[in-house]
């Protein structure tokens, strides 16, 4: 009669795979995104080296941006999100602007896409909603 002798590394093996994908499976902890609302001023700075300024009215509902941007030669809506500190948003004009970054308090920071070329902005708040 055989006696098969216990393999103590195949049972720690499926005890660290086991409890690898029982980490795995745990939802990410649900962070608060920080409040945007309010009237934003927008430096912006192109792709050519030229500044220019665009506001934006921002109104938020948990994660979700909806308000309106101003710019030097359009105007509309716009829509968008935060998740944590991170702000996405897109303009609903003739040329939408994308705008991505990190908000700070009452300043913002990043990068936004328009027609294909990439910008760097920074805003500041100058009223809370």
């Known amino acids: 009669m055989l006696t098969r002798k216990p393999r103590p590394h195949l049972l720690l093996l499926v005890v660290l795979c086991t409890l690898a994908f ?3 499976q745990e939802p990410l902890p649900n962070t608060q995104p ?3 609302a309010g009237h934003w001023i927008i430096s912006a700075k192109n792709w ?4 220019d300024t665009k506001t934006v009215d921002l109104q938020q509902n948990g994660n979700a ?3 309106h941007f ?3 030669d359009q105007s509309g809506g716009l829509e968008g999100s935060v998740n944590g500190r ?3 948003f897109r303009t609903k004009t003739r040329h939408p602007l994308t705008f991505r970054g990190q908000v700070e308090g009452n300043t ?3 990068t ?3 027609m294909g070329k990439e910008g760097e902005f920074h805003a500041e708040r100058t009223s809370v909603k």
């Open 65 to 67: 941006i909806t308000g």
């Open 108 to 110: 913002m920071q990043g």
């Open 86 to 88: 991170h702000i996405v």
């Open 34 to 36: 920080v409040n945007v």
């Open 22 to 24: 029982a980490v795995a």
């Open 48 to 51: 050519n080296g030229d500044l």
């Open 112 to 114: 936004y896409h328009v």
């Open 70 to 72: 101003k710019g030097p």
